[in-house]
């Protein structure tokens, strides 16, 4: 039987995982700048999605299914499934979205638009609902290929096909580069990144780039 630990460790450097981690990052820091320079804004657009996403009401005989089960290549609903993710990194508010970075069982990791969200209601959800740790379902997941990047994430337009899981599957305290709980270590710059370690924190700056969101 594989060792869990092992197992995230060895996705913690997959190649896809650092790039979905970096940009969000790189957009986390594009916000940052907006809130110090009124001159520097930001324009958000998105296109009408290819499907139509139905929302199910219940969770009861919906089949799990995981990232790796999608393909990555193919505009689709997976109807009659449901997704379950940890939220990995800050979430972000860009009208007429708000952009989060999940991870699945597997430990695989993708991008996650949420859309049809007004500014408050935005500021609202990136705040108090949807933080780091944090685990929901989505039923009937769409991937959806990005029509400008082509590349994959997890659309979502309806909000109610998210259903937050129970408060004790919740992450505490998660390590920002390993994803474990109970990381008391913070950045001493920011003091908003947790680590597990000294060894978590150095590597959380090298693959993925922590400079670009460390603000004292």
């Known amino acids: 039987m ?12 997959d190649s896809h995982r650092i790039e979905v981690i970096k940009n969000h990052r790189q957009w ?6 907006e809130k110090h320079n ?9 296109v009408k999605p290819r499907v139509k996403q139905q929302s199910d009401k219940l969770l ?14 193919k505009d689709h609903v997976y109807t009659g499934c449901v997704l379950s993710v940890t939220i ?6 860009w009208i007429p979205s708000i952009h989060l970075v999940i991870e699945d069982e597997n430990f695989d990791c993708e991008r996650m638009l949420i859309y049809g969200i007004s500014k408050e209601e935005g500021e609202y959800l990136i705040i108090k609902l949807y933080t ?3 685990k929901i379902h989505i039923i009937n997941p769409y991937l959806r290929i990005g029509a400008n ?7 979502v337009d309806d909000i109610s096909s ?14 920002r580069y390993c994803c474990e709980a109970g990381a008391l270590k913070s950045c001493g710059k920011c003091k908003q990144a947790n680590y597990c370690s000294k060894e978590c924190q150095t590597m959380d700056w090298k693959l993925y780039n922590h400079k670009l969101i460390c603000k004292s």
Request: proline fraction near 4%; glycine fraction near 2%; hydrophobic fraction near 30%.
């Open 2 to 13: 594989t060792n869990p630990i092992n197992n995230r460790k060895q996705h913690l450097t």
């Open 28 to 33: 986390e820091k594009t916000t940052l700048d």
């Open 38 to 46: 009124a001159f520097y804004k930001t324009i958000s657009t998105t």
């Open 60 to 73: 009861i005989g919906l089949k799990p299914i995981t990232l790796r089960e999608m393909n990555s290549r």
């Open 88 to 93: 990995i990194e800050e979430t972000l508010s």
């Open 132 to 134: 780091i740790g944090k």
């Open 149 to 155: 990047d082509m590349k994959p994430s997890i659309r």
């Open 162 to 175: 998210i259903v937050m899981q129970s408060k004790s599957e919740w992450i505490l305290n998660m390590c």
